[in-house]
């Protein structure tokens, strides 16, 4: 088959020209593909939309279907006690928690990059979060980190901030802040496993953004007479950019469609236990639609301040 | 000898150096030293540290794994037991029927993750590498298929199976509802996994495939033969990503399967399954402590065979996203 259908270099005029031959390869190469998504996500994706905006009830093992308009939005909205506190939650806590996971990992991903005894026992512990951090094991881990009593973990990173030491230096600096930059540390400092433990990826990433810095650059700036901080700001910064909205919107991302997360529980209330499948949907299709004006807007801001070597 | 002296010649050397250069160049010159010594000291510390808490659960894991009925309510006991038992372990293996459960693991597991990469290579090799018409329309499905949560589409999703192709087909308990997507290059995190390997294949020298066609070979038996054997790396790291994912999930499986088990669903049951097994009654209440051991003993041994894993396979893991292309 190959022989007969391959370019033969005009020595024998075939039917079709070479530009639609290849783009007829390209339907194959992608047809199997097409025919799954259409049927287990285009589909469904279309069902589940017109699911939100019906009433479904089952009978006798049959769906039935009412046209009820928005009303199942405007319950999700207004009438479900939970789903708009969740809601708020899951997004102010995406809010400030993405931003940390970005710095964080970045930081470790430059002083992994850097040469030292046990480096790659130092990636092999940092990448494990990797393994372990999308699925129910970690679930269970992170509860009882917050809920064994004497064994507890994450209190136990926070004790210095909840005495107000740093109130205090601020206060003794003359910054009275009310205790408001305390909180915000004690709250960072609560999170600290919750940061570590889902930055592999991103570390991950970053780390294979800043081996693609060729050494020259390095060389040269030190011959420039550039300080480390002015050599991570003017030249790991740029060269790292990209890889910055790669990673947000996969940060981003994981944290919206975490199983775990509350609004995503809250859903699955109404997909197993009470069932309401329109309600469901329109609860996840308001969720979605959040995600994606997320996405947009930070796509956004950020392409402003990326650096493209290449374009 | 000889090298002490060249040494302290060396020394010497350094030495006048040191003074042929001004005040302060010298100064600066120690400023750095001290600034790397002290930056090494730093991060030991900040590395250290945070790996304790990676290995925190771990360690608390096998801690719990290990203990005896009577260090469960011991407070004193923090990390040590003092009466180490296998109970523990042994009552949990035999409540998740790990083996078995194990066996069906694997084979649906390493079995969806082969068929997925095949598929979704496939399909970001048409992307890479072909111009056809709706190209980007297309593309820009698979980039919904990242951003929708699976939690959308499920219940539709359900009944697509539950009754196949609008026939009274049930598919469901059956590994075909994650067969049949893996083949398609629908499964889980799919999208991103032909997202990789679009972006793998274009980073490839179109070199390769000039060649071949030259040579007479079809685009498929060139993927075959030419690009299959260059992507070999990049096809293990996305295949241990896959089986991770696919490991991981119990979302998905939980929504499929009620007979089939897998680690996964088997270990979000486990505590109602124990407490059937050791007291006799679902809903008798044990203390925190008590609970947190045999839950503990049953995450170490859900992820006791990927951390083996892991271990061996740790390069694939950390160095193959750089070869997987997702950086260029």
């Keep these: 088959m190959s022989r007969k259908k391959a370019p033969s270099g005009g020595a024998k005029p075939s039917k079709l020209s070479y530009e639609r031959r290849k783009a007829l390869y390209g339907y194959g190469f992608i047809g199997l593909w097409l025919l799954g998504t259409i049927w287990f996500f285009l589909i469904p994706l279309g069902k589940s939309l017109i699911y939100s905006f019906n009433s479904i009830g089952i009978e006798n093992g049959n769906m039935t279907m009412k046209w009820t308009g928005l009303d199942n939005y405007s319950a999700a909205l207004n009438k479900d006690q939970y789903y708009v506190d969740y809601l708020e939650k899951t997004l102010i806590e995406t809010l400030w928690k ?40 970690f679930r269970i881990i992170n509860g009882d980190m917050d809920a064994t009593g004497t064994t507890s973990g994450q209190p136990q990173f926070s004790t210095l901030m909840k005495t107000d030491l740093v109130g205090d230096l601020m206060n003794f600096l003359g910054y009275g802040t009310g205790g408001r930059i305390t909180g915000f540390i004690t709250a960072v400092a609560d999170n600290v496993f919750g940061i570590v433990w889902s930055s592999g990826i991103q570390i991950l990433l970053f780390l294979a953004a800043l081996q693609n810095i060729p050494p020259s650059a390095r060389e040269a700036a030190q ?89 | 000898m000889t090298d002490n002296k060249t040494e302290l010649s060396e020394k010497q050397r350094r030495r006048q150096h040191m003074q042929s250069l001004t005040k302060e160049e010298r100064s600066y010159l120690r400023r750095r030293e001290l600034g790397d010594k002290l930056w090494v000291v730093c991060r030991a510390v900040i590395l250290c540290g945070l790996g304790f808490i990676i290995f925190y659960p771990l360690i608390y ?40 459960t194990l066996l069906n693991t694997v084979l649906l597991n390493v079995g969806c993750s082969l068929v997925q990469v095949l598929s979704c290579a496939v399909t970001g ?122 490991w991981n999930d119990y979302y998905i499986s939980s929504m499929y399967f009620s007979e089939t088990k897998t680690i996964a669903t088997t270990l979000c049951n486990l505590e109602n399954e124990l407490k059937l097994r050791l007291f006799g009654d679902a809903t008798v209440k044990i203390s925190r402590r008590e609970q947190a051991a045999w839950r503990q003993a049953g995450c170490l041994i859900s992820i006791a065979p990927l951390l083996i894993m892991y271990t061996f396979l740790q390069k694939y893991f950390t160095e193959g996203i750089e070869r997987s292309g997702l950086v260029t």
């Design chain 1, 223 to 311: 011959i420039e007479g550039a300080t480390s901080w002015e050599y991570f700001w003017k030249i790991v910064f740029p060269y790292v950019s990209p890889f910055v909205l790669a990673n947000l919107i996969f940060t981003v991302i994981d944290s919206f469609t975490d199983p775990m997360n509350e609004v995503m529980q809250r859903i699955l209330v109404f997909q197993t236990v009470d069932i309401n499948y329109g309600l469901a949907s329109a609860m996840a299709w308001i969720y979605f639609g959040i995600i994606l004006a997320a996405i947009a807007l930070v796509t956004f801001i950020v392409n402003k301040f990326v650096y493209y070597e290449v374009d």
């Design chain 2, 61 to 100: 894991m096998i801690s719990c794994t290990f203990r005896g009925r009577a260090d469960m309510n011991d407070p004193t006991v923090v990390w040590i037991p003092r009466r180490p038992t296998l109970s523990v372990l042994r009552e949990t293996i035999e409540a998740m029927d790990f083996w078995n």
């Design chain 2, 125 to 246: 090799y048409g992307f890479a590498r072909f111009s056809f018409r709706g190209k980007k329309q297309l593309f820009g499905i698979v980039i919904l298929m990242i951003l929708v949560p699976m939690q959308i589409i499920s219940v539709p999703l359900y009944f697509q199976f539950r009754f196949f192709l609008g026939t009274d087909v049930n598919l469901i308990d059956t590994m075909w509802t994650m067969y049949l997507p893996a083949m398609t290059a629908n499964g889980i995190r799919s999208g991103l996994m032909i997202l990789i390997f679009r972006q793998f294949f274009r980073g490839l020298p179109r070199e390769l495939e000039d060649a071949a066609y030259i040579d007479g070979c079809g685009p498929f038996m060139t993927f075959v033969r030419v690009m299959i054997p260059n992507a070999l790396s990049s096809f293990l790291t996305v295949f241990l990503f896959s089986i991770v994912w696919y």
């Design chain 1, 98 to 137: 993405t931003p940390l996971i970005l710095i964080f990992s970045l930081f470790i991903a430059v002083v992994l990059n850097q040469k030292f005894r046990g480096r790659t026992l130092a990636r092999a512990v940092f990448f494990l979060p990797v393994i372990i951090a999308t699925g129910p094991v």
